[in-house]
């Protein structure tokens, strides 16, 4: 049973362009989530997706940011025009059920580098 | 607004003695705790946890503890491995499902 999977490992994007991070989750965990850790900083919460559902994006940049969890296909995160202060690590985790956060798994990391 | 605070951002233990990594919070809703272990280039992986109706959890050669009038939880590692060289991360959350993280702190066991 693989864990969960992110790809790619490592992403440089140039200012200005997009970067899409991709995420799937564990065979039968329904419910994702996005973190994002910054240089010398904890994980900060981004956004909780359910398939085909985002119930709380409370963490997302208001611009430029967004998130998908279709129903056939993994999880992505689009950032659009980077910037420089984009480049940090994005981790997706995911869970059989809510309501746990010792439920989650987390996957090894997208690091986001924008030159 | 930092609502997870670890305050030590490194910790050099010898092999075999007890480590005690340290964490406070500021929010008084936050009713679950939780400690992640992270290596370099991985996610973190889930550790231990505990309720806040608890004030003592064990497992194993881990055992987290809460003091909640205090707003302070630790976790103790005895005895200390080589492996357990790695960062690592308080967390806490409440009702939903999002995690509040610290800043992480950086574990070394020396042999």
């Known amino acids: 049973n693989a864990g969960v999977m992110q790809n790619p490992r490592h992403l440089v994007r140039r200012r200005g362009q997009e970067a899409r991070l991709r995420c799937s989750p564990m065979k039968g965990h329904s419910h994702v989530y996005w973190y994002r850790q910054l240089p010398e900083e904890g994980l900060k919460f981004m956004v909780y997706?359910?398939?085909?559902?985002?119930?709380?994006e409370s963490g997302m940049p208001k611009e430029r940011f967004s998130a998908e969890f279709p129903k056939e296909g993994p999880s992505i995160l689009r950032i659009q025009q980077v910037v420089r202060g984009d480049s940090a690590a994005y981790f997706c985790?995911?869970?059989?059920?809510?309501?746990?956060?010792?439920?989650?798994?987390f996957g090894s990391g997208t690091r986001l580098t924008v030159v | 607004d930092q609502q997870v605070k670890q305050n030590s951002p490194s910790l050099s233990v010898q092999e075999g003695r007890i480590s005690i990594l340290n964490c406070d919070y500021t929010?008084?809703?936050?009713?679950?705790f939780l400690w992640y272990k992270k290596y370099p280039a991985e996610g973190p992986t889930f550790l231990i946890s505990?309720?806040?109706?608890?004030d003592k959890n064990e497992d194993g050669r881990f055992t987290v503890f809460l003091n909640k009038s205090a707003k302070h939880l630790s976790l103790h590692i005895v005895p200390s491995q080589p492996g357990d060289s790695a960062v690592y991360f308080c967390?806490?959350?409440?009702?939903?499902?999002?995690?509040?993280f610290g800043t992480g702190t950086r574990l070394t066991i020396i042999p």
């Open positions: 967390a806490a959350y409440f009702g939903n499902e999002k995690l509040t």
């Open positions: 997706l359910q398939k085909e559902n985002i119930i709380d």
């Open positions: 505990i309720s806040s109706i608890k």
């Open positions: 929010n008084s809703m936050f009713d679950y």
């Open positions: 985790a995911s869970s059989p059920y809510s309501g746990t956060g010792y439920g989650y798994t």
